[in-house]
């Protein structure tokens, strides 16, 4: 599976911003949003199954983060509100075969990485 991810830019804190992440195959299991604020370590951020639809995010980001999926397009989503500038990072879409685990290492597709920052 190949990943472009795109969407990102420059926000005040409180904005929004939709990322969004085009495969050109269907993962049979996770679509999920890393992040990787600067010098800091790559940090989940949220999960998607493809078939199920459940999803999971991290606690940062509950409330103010939304994961979507269209199917039909290959497309994942990352609606992202009431942004702070904690949020800024390099936003990685990445595609695995299963449901469960969010360590980077389950995840074996990955897309180039967004930019997003928030000012205060």
């Known amino acids: 599976v190949q990943l472009q991810a795109s969407g990102g830019g420059l926000v005040q804190a409180g904005g929004s911003l939709r990322l969004s992440c085009a495969a050109s195959g269907r993962s049979s299991g996770a679509m999920a949003w890393f992040r990787q604020p600067p010098g800091k370590e790559r940090e989940f951020v949220v999960a998607?199954?493809?078939?199920?639809?459940?999803?999971y995010y991290a606690d940062s980001v509950k409330g103010r983060f939304t994961i979507s999926r269209d199917n039909a397009k290959n497309t994942v989503y990352l609606q992202m509100n009431n942004l702070k500038p904690e949020d800024t990072a390099v936003y990685y879409c990445a595609a695995g075969k299963d449901w469960g685990w969010f360590e980077p290492a389950a995840f074996d597709s990955w897309g180039q990485g967004t930019q997003v920052t928030v000012s205060s």
């Open positions: 998607i199954g493809w078939i199920q639809g459940s999803t």
